[in-house]
């Protein structure tokens, strides 16, 4: 059974900085572009970062631009958000996405037919 878990969502002050975790079992990670997403209470989803199969291509929102960083181990089938410089508009429900394969983070940014998705994590950004 395939599952993802997100781990690491909190309260943080605005200007502070998170990491999210994201925690695959009953896949082989490497396989896998993971995509990023959020969705703040009222609003759509929307895509944030997608980073591919490899770490080697990754591609973010243009509001996240500069302040987030996706990376991955797949050694140990986790794929990583850092978050810096937060702000209350980066307050959400964060989820990552799993799609099976190897085009670039440019490729799978932003579409929405990812094969697992995760329950998500809550970041509340507070000034």
């Known amino acids: 059974q395939v599952q993802l878990v997100e781990s690491g969502g909190t309260l943080v002050q605005a200007g502070g900085s998170l990491k999210i975790s994201c925690a695959a079992s009953g896949l082989t990670l490497e396989n896998y572009a993971i995509g990023w997403f959020r969705q703040a209470s009222g609003k759509d989803r929307e895509a944030v970062a997608t980073i591919s199969h490899s770490g080697q291509s990754t591609q973010y929102a243009e509001s996240v631009k500069g302040r987030f960083t996706a990376s991955r181990d797949n050694t140990k089938n986790t794929v990583y958000l850092q978050m810096n410089n937060l702000i209350p508009a980066d307050t959400a429900v964060y989820y990552c996405?799993?799609?099976?394969?190897?085009?670039?983070?440019?490729?799978?940014?932003?579409?929405?037919?990812?094969?697992?998705w995760g329950q998500g994590t809550q970041v509340t950004v507070f000034s």
């Open positions: 996405a799993a799609r099976l394969g190897s085009g670039s983070a440019q490729f799978y940014f932003g579409r929405s037919r990812y094969d697992y």
